[in-house]
């Protein structure tokens, strides 16, 4: 077994801050935002490979890499490519083996199951009026060595403390963001 693709709890723990970093830095522009794509890299490592990085990184952020090589630096991305929908959007993404792991926000709407089920023969102007809908921004993060993290909050309990997460509390798209690794 590679012992550095093998479960690691401080990788982890890393995943999991930097993603619930990401969800709050998204969720400072509000809601009804468009998808955004992050690429995740060492903050130590990026460093050691471009020195004048750290005049762009909070005093926190440096004082953690030095302490902890886990620790994750999150890179937004500009210009993705067109696409119709994330799924699109996520096949046309690749990554360089100098990115550790990538991560995506997206807003959804969710409704009770007895909707959901009638859901495609619903407008989209049905849904967005049903009483029971539910907006939810999803944060979703994934490493290339199998740790992944989802951050959710909904729009009817907007803040920082209503956050909920789990590493498999969206499985499709970690499936499709650990697709983009590959």
Known sequence: MDLDNAPDPARHDALRLAVIDIERHVSR???DAPT???ALVRTAEALAQTPELAGQLPADALALAQTD????TSIEQEGLPA??????LLAQLAWPES?????????????????????????IEELM?????QDVRIAA???RTGESWCALRSRAHDS??????????VPGLVEALTATLA
């Open 36 to 38: 955004a794509v992050f």
């Open 141 to 143: 993060g994934v490493l």
């Open 69 to 72: 090589p886990n620790h994750l």
């Open 160 to 169: 920082d403390d209503n956050v909920g997460g789990a590493p498999d509390a």
């Open 129 to 133: 009026a049903h009483p029971q809908r």
């Open 83 to 88: 696409s119709a929908d994330l799924e699109q």
């Open 29 to 31: 522009g509000g809601w």
């Open 99 to 123: 990115v550790h792991g990538a991560a995506v926000v997206v807003e959804r709407i969710v409704v009770p199951p007895e909707a959901a089920e009638a859901a495609d023969e619903m407008s």
